[in-house]
């Protein structure tokens, strides 16, 4: 007969350790955000950035982000937040998130992230802009889900942060201030446009041929007003077009050389005129 052991202090203790020993569990992992404060900042030679998300994710299969403990859209948002800084008087630095995605198919997981940096002078006209993108593919064991997605979030903004420096020194560089520099009274600090672009200050004239929204269109260069009629040619009076035109639109003109439309083209040489009959043939009666 076996003998029931007594349950001392000391195994009481020890117990916990003995069935984590057994388990084999490990303890819960931590997800610390994703934050890029430690690298070079991006000094912008504008006054204002504004960050837009143009990306939806799907929250259906196989799109798994809404598992990540630090989905891309985040990691991107901090990106720009960290990086981008505005040391200018004018203008605007547009952050966009393209994609953020990460899909799994079976025991694979891809993640794709996209951005553009546009630079504005007004609303209507983008200076320059700067796009830049990443991926990263991990095949294995997904046990652990939310584990692989952080591990494939971190290491594909590692790439994001390298290939956007160097895609907007590549192509926003005149735009991008020396390190060091500090903000300006505004008065002392224009905006120094890139080359080959006008000053922003006047503004720029619209396009050559267009004016205001609320005024009208001018006619192209040569032409009358659309109110009035194209004059005849010289020695033509004013056409009469059986069709009336479009409003807005003029009369047709008569092209040159050929008489007005109200004229009846004469005969050819040796026919009489068309309102006479032709005489009947020699020995036939006149017609009816």
């Keep these: 007969m076996l003998t029931p052991r007594v349950l001392t202090r000391r195994n009481a203790l020890l117990l916990p350790w003995l069935l984590a020993a ?5 303890a819960p992992r931590s997800y610390p955000p994703l934050r890029y404060d430690y690298l070079s900042p991006l000094r912008l030679n504008v006054s204002e950035i504004r960050i837009e998300q143009r990306f939806v ?18 990691a991107l948002r901090a990106m720009a937040e960290d990086r981008l800084q505005t040391l200018g008087s004018i203008g605007l630095a547009v952050f966009a998130i393209q994609d953020a995605s990460l899909v799994r198919r079976r025991d694979t997981i891809q ?15 983008r200076a320059g802009f700067a796009q830049a993108s990443a991926s990263a593919t991990y095949t294995g064991d997904l046990d652990d889900l939310p584990r692989r997605l952080y591990d494939i979030t971190r290491d594909m903004m590692e790439k994001m942060n390298v290939e956007f420096e160097y895609q907007v020194r ?3 560089g005149p735009w991008l201030m020396p390190d060091g520099s500090v903000p300006q009274p505004v008065q002392q600090q224009p905006l120094t446009p890139p080359q080959g672009y006008p000053p922003p200050q006047p503004a720029n004239p619209p396009p050559q041929g267009y004016v205001p ?11 009358p007003a659309p109110q ?13 077009s059986a069709y009336p035109s479009p409003q807005g639109y003029p009369q047709l003109q008569q092209p040159q050389g050929y008489p007005p ?7 050819p040489q040796g026919y009489p005129a068309p309102e006479q009959a032709y005489p009947s043939p020699q020995g036939y009666p006149p017609p009816p």
């Design 213 to 223: 929204q609320q005024q009208s269109y001018p006619p192209p260069q040569g032409y």
């Design 22 to 26: 057994c388990g084999g569990d490990e």
């Design 170 to 172: 590549r192509s926003l």
């Design 57 to 74: 994710a799907s929250g259906a299969p196989p799109d798994v982000s809404q598992y990540a403990p630090v989905p891309p859209m985040q």
């Design 111 to 125: 993640g794709h992230c996209a951005v553009e940096l546009s630079i504005f002078l007004t609303p209507d006209a």
């Design 261 to 267: 439309l109200q004229q009846a083209y004469p005969p």
């Design 228 to 240: 009035q009629a194209y004059p005849s040619p010289q020695g033509y009076p004013p056409p009469q």
